[in-house]
Structure formats: structure tokens, C-alpha cells
């Protein structure tokens, strides 16, 4: 696609449910990168997917987080029991091998605003 | 584990005067460091990014930045802003693949 696109763009649950959002990335692109934003915060790194290489997990901050990528494409993040403290946007990112090279850079989704009651 | 700080979290200017947003890293080992923008009710976009070679790094709208070694910073300048420069700015440094994102700056440019 031309950009990335995440669904919902607005989420609201009560507390305790699961939730699950999508992210489509730019076609093409094999890095992925799910980060979370809350209210008048910075970015907070969540997990990384670069190709076929087992996911870097590293900023997911409980078990009750979780996420999958099918090959190359679309990847969802689950959240579950959600709590009050989850609310935030939950960003979605690509790019085409890594950060790594000269060109490479994060291409950005819209987010989807989570509110959990 | 390498990460930034941003020193202001937010920064108000009139239109047309020079603004500098600041960010200092904390690394001793060679650093890739990125400036995004995010507009109000818009997603991040990249402005521009420091790997190596010229310390002086520009983007199209008019922003620079600045990668100082001895200072660990790369700041952000603008020699006269425009009211649509009004958003928030965040400094990220490289680190394992990922991007690691300061707390950000608000930029807001009154008429």
C-alpha cells in the first residue's frame, strides 16, 4: 500500500477485555516496529520484527502483550485484561531492511487511540 | 543502552525568530541519530537523520541539525520559523534495529 495502515483508528474497551490491533506495513517493507504513546509522553518502544528473525520483545511491558507477523505482512498486537493504565495510542512503523543503511528510516501509521474505561 | 534526552518539553517562539530544540544522547560508541516531527492530529514524520561524514544535516523545510561528539548532542535549529512549524519534535537515537525515542518537544509558533 502507499502508506502504512492501522485499524482501528479508535478503540474503546472496558476493563478486562482483549483488544487486538492490526497493522498493515508499506508493501515490500520487512521491518515492522509496534510503539506506544501515551497521553503528553514520548515514543515507547514495544517489539520489532525484521524478517524471518525471531522478534525483539524487549519493550513489551507485561505478558499480558503480545504480537504476531504473518511473513512479511500484516502484524496485530493483542492486549490482554486490559487495564486503565493501557490507554494510549499504539503506533505502528516499517521500513524497508532496518535503520541500518544510509536511506532506511521509519514510515509511521496513523496509530490507533485505545481507551480503556 | 543508549538513549536521549530532550531538555525542553516545550519551547514557544514568535514566527519568524531562530529556535533551537535540544537533544543530547548518551553513547560511546558510533550513533545514528533521527528527528521526527509530528503536526498536530497527524502521525510522525522523519525530518532528517546523522550516520556519519558531514555533522551538519538538513531537511527540506528548512531545519538543521548539528551532530556535536564532544557536546554527545544533536540539536535541532531553525533560523526563522513559520507558524505552520507548530508540532512536536523528538530526537531518537539507533540502538539493536530499533529507534529510541526522547520525550519530545513542543514547538509552538504564535503570530
Known amino acids: 500500500g502507499a502508506g502504512v495502515s492501522q485499524s482501528p483508528s479508535n478503540k474503546v474497551t472496558e476493563k478486562g477485555k482483549d483488544v487486538e490491533l492490526r497493522c498493515d506495513p508499506i508493501?515490500?517493507?520487512?521491518?515492522l516496529y509496534w510503539y506506544r504513546q501515551r497521553l503528553g509522553q514520548g515514543l515507547e518502544f514495544l517489539i520489532y520484527?525484521?524478517?524471518?528473525?525471531?522478534p525483539d520483545k524487549s519493550g513489551l511491558p507485561s505478558d499480558r502483550f503480545s504480537a504476531e507477523r504473518t511473513g512479511e505482512s500484516v502484524s496485530t498486537l493483542t492486549i490482554q485484561r486490559t487495564q486503565q493504565e493501557d490507554s494510549a495510542v499504539y503506533l505502528c512503523?516499517?521500513?524497508?531492511w532496518g535503520l541500518g543503511g544510509p536511506n532506511e528510516k521509519l514510515f509511521f501509521g496513523s496509530g490507533t487511540q485505545l481507551s480503556v474505561l | 543502552a543508549q538513549s536521549v534526552t530532550q531538555l525542553d518539553s516545550q519551547v514557544p517562539v514568535f514566527e519568524e525568530a531562530p529556535v533551537e530544540l535540544r537533544c543530547n544522547y548518551s553513547s560511546s560508541v558510533s550513533v545514528y541519530l533521527f528527528w521526527y516531527v509530528q503536526y498536530p492530529n497527524q502521525g510522525l514524520q522523519f525530518l532528517l537523520k546523522y550516520l556519519s561524514g558531514s555533522t551538519l544535516v538538513k531537511s527540506i523545510n528548512g531545519f538543521e541539525a548539528e551532530f556535536n561528539k564532544s557536546q554527545t548532542s544533536f540539536h535541532l535549529r531553525k533560523p526563522s520559523v513559520h507558524i505552520s512549524d507548530t508540532a512536536e519534535y523528538f530526537c531518537a537515537v539507533y540502538q539493536g534495529g530499533k529507534l529510541i525515542f526522547g520525550q519530545g518537544t513542543e514547538l509552538s509558533v504564535k503570530p
Open positions: 512503523a516499517s521500513s524497508l
Open positions: 508493501s515490500g517493507h520487512t521491518a
Open positions: 520484527f525484521q524478517g524471518n528473525s525471531a
